[in-house]
């Protein structure tokens, strides 16, 4: 069975601090990776996605970067974070254009 | 523009009774319709999807309509229970060539009461 991990769980970060979040998915090869974003109380928003190692889209520019070192892993990151940047950090996968799983998911929350 | 759109950010139904959940979408492109089950503080759990050839799938007490010519898509949960309450959320995706690109609804908060 697939399992997706998403690190860390929580994180509460400085105004222009750097940032990264991190998410593996186990059990499953050549997976569709995507990073998500919803702030409070707003609607999930779709950020990035990959379909493979070292390629990665940008579907909203939010001042954040993605990449994929690894055929299982997919990490967001920034230089700088912002406030807008709050709110919770969802990984999820796709076997191909199909089905989405999420991931726990990160709560971030900038100060 | 909101291109997925859930018109009714809250439902209540009676246990037992049928709960409809509404979405609407704008983009022809979208071949793809999801709902989502979603509690506070937790990652959404895919439902139920069905692709644009098809037009009604059921699951178990769970059924999705599919109206293309409406754009509209809609989850029907029969027997509706109280731990069915929750946000639900609808999602449209478009799979043309090298696109992976997936929109989610607001959601729609259903409580059910016994």
């Known amino acids: 069975a697939q399992t997706i991990h998403q690190w860390p769980v929580a994180e509460i970060k400085a105004v222009g601090s750097p940032l990264s979040l991190g998410c593996t998915i186990k059990?499953?090869?050549?997976?569709?990776l995507y990073w998500y974003w919803q702030a409070t109380g707003g609607t999930l928003q779709q950020l990035f996605y990959s379909i493979t190692v070292g390629q990665v889209e940008s579907v909203v520019q939010l001042n954040l970067s993605a990449s994929r070192p690894k055929d299982d892993q997919f990490i967001l990151s920034t230089e700088k974070l912002l406030l807008s940047h709050s709110g919770f950090y969802l990984c999820a996968w796709s076997p191909q254009y199909a089905e989405q799983f999420f991931g726990p998911g990160t709560r971030l929350t900038v100060l | 523009g909101q291109q997925v759109k859930q018109s009714s950010p809250s439902l209540t139904v009676q246990e037992g009774g049928i709960s409809i959940l509404n979405c609407d979408y704008e983009n022809d492109m979208f071949d793809y319709f999801a709902w989502y089950k979603k509690y506070p503080d937790n990652s959404p759990t895919l439902l139920i999807s069905?692709?644009?050839?098809?037009d009604k799938r059921e699951d178990g007490r769970l059924t999705v309509f599919l109206n293309k010519s409406g754009k509209h898509f809609s989850l029907h949960i029969t027997a509706s229970q109280p731990e069915d309450t929750a946000v639900y959320l609808c999602?449209?995706?478009?799979?043309?060539?090298?696109?992976?690109?997936?929109?989610f609804g607001a959601g729609t908060r259903l409580k059910v009461i016994a």
């Open positions: 059990g499953k090869s050549s997976p569709n």
């Open positions: 069905v692709r644009s050839n098809v």
């Open positions: 999602a449209a995706g478009a799979s043309g060539t090298g696109n992976y690109k997936y929109v």
